[in-house]
């Protein structure tokens, strides 16, 4: 029986991971979760593996620095020997557990590889790119991320490269209908007609001045209509502390099944977060991203997505578009949402 050893830690990984080890369990293999604790709230962390149907982490590591992050892992990894090591995304979490499976000559495999911002001052793109360079199996989402591969000479590296679209994708449509019989959110924050809006990233939620203009442009638009805006913790006591109170709606984070449903319900996204630009898509939304440049080139190529960063001139003027503009989300991007089964069998055909 093949052992891989999945690593994880942020919510986005959660998700996927869910898609695979239901893949996995089918098809008879040993799966262990090793959960970094990068993310540790409790309504950020353990609702998703509640929400997920996911086996409890056989390691919950609570570490939250990347050095500290590859050395635990690393010997988790001597302890257990897998066949493999799977990581997810661009998390610091993914780039511990690429560092640590490849340092101990564990092939690594990277689900959604091949994404570029071209951002180097991003801590995820640098994530990206060094977990890209230094595993064996790239399962890439779109066609995009394998000509970014194939532009930096990947081809004529000792990697295999696949794409059989978007775990996401399969978990949006999975979860769907779990969400609409599951979750009372929109009872509970009492609005029907919203924006949905996240903001979680570093470079938006460490500089007093972007994160001020952004708040500005959300207070704005929320004058037109209710902004709901699932805020982390740490960005309510950075608010706290500039005293730059929000006058839209702010809730607790919510689970997967809630954002779901946030997102069907709304009438736009407004994001920093790579997963939520995509999320938006798949629910046929059109999305406000909070960012100077995206790795989901696709949609804003197409239209389905805008690049306003922090500028709340930016901001106003794409809501304005986005209020009347209609769209045909059916384009095929992401693939059919059989992603994790195709993934999961040429895993293991490839071990």
Not at 71 to 85: C, S
């Amino acid at each position: 029986m093949k052992k891989i050893v999945t690593v994880v830690g942020a919510r986005p990984q959660f998700i996927k991971a869910a898609m695979l080890s239901r893949q996995f369990k089918l098809l008879g293999v040993n799966e262990l979760i090793i959960h970094t604790g990068q993310h540790f709230e409790t309504n950020m962390s353990d609702i998703f593996f509640e929400e997920m149907e996911i086996p409890k982490p056989a390691y919950h590591l609570d570490i939250h620095s990347l050095p500290h992050g590859a050395m635990t892992v690393e010997k988790v990894l001597q302890f257990e020997k897998p066949d493999a090591v799977l990581v997810y995304g661009d998390t610091n979490s993914t780039l511990a557990g690429a560092l640590a499976g490849a340092k101990l000559n564990i092939p690594v495999i990277h689900v959604e590889a091949g994404l570029r911002s071209y951002n180097m001052s991003a801590p995820e793109e640098i994530n990206r790119v060094l977990t890209d360079r230094i595993s064996k199996i790239l399962f890439c989402p779109t066609t995009t991320a394998v000509d970014n591969l194939e532009k930096e000479g990947f081809n004529e590296l000792p990697v295999r490269i696949f794409n059989y679209g978007d775990v996401m994708k399969d978990a949006a449509l999975y979860y769907a209908e779990k969400a609409q019989l599951k979750s009372d959110i929109l009872r509970r924050i009492g609005v029907k007609k919203f924006i949905l809006a996240t903001i979680h990233r570093q470079e938006n939620t460490d500089s007093p001045e972007i994160l001020r203009n952004i708040i500005a442009g959300l207070n704005e638009i929320h004058k037109q209509i209710p902004v709901v805006v699932p805020l982390h913790p740490r960005t309510r006591q950075i608010l706290a502390q500039q005293y730059s109170l929000p006058n839209f709606i702010t809730i607790d984070p919510v689970g997967y099944l809630d954002m779901i449903m946030l997102m069907k319900k709304s009438e736009l996204v407004i994001t920093d977060s790579g997963g939520v630009q995509k999320e938006a898509f798949f629910f046929g939304k059109h999305c406000i991203i909070l960012r100077e440049q995206t790795e989901w080139t696709e949609l804003v190529e197409n239209g389905f997505s805008t690049l306003v960063g922090s500028n709340k001139e930016k901001m106003k003027e794409a809501f304005a578009v986005f209020s009347t503009k209609t769209s045909d989300f059916s384009v095929d991007s992401f693939g059919n949402g059989c992603a994790s089964a195709m993934i999961a069998k040429e895993i293991i055909n490839n071990l």
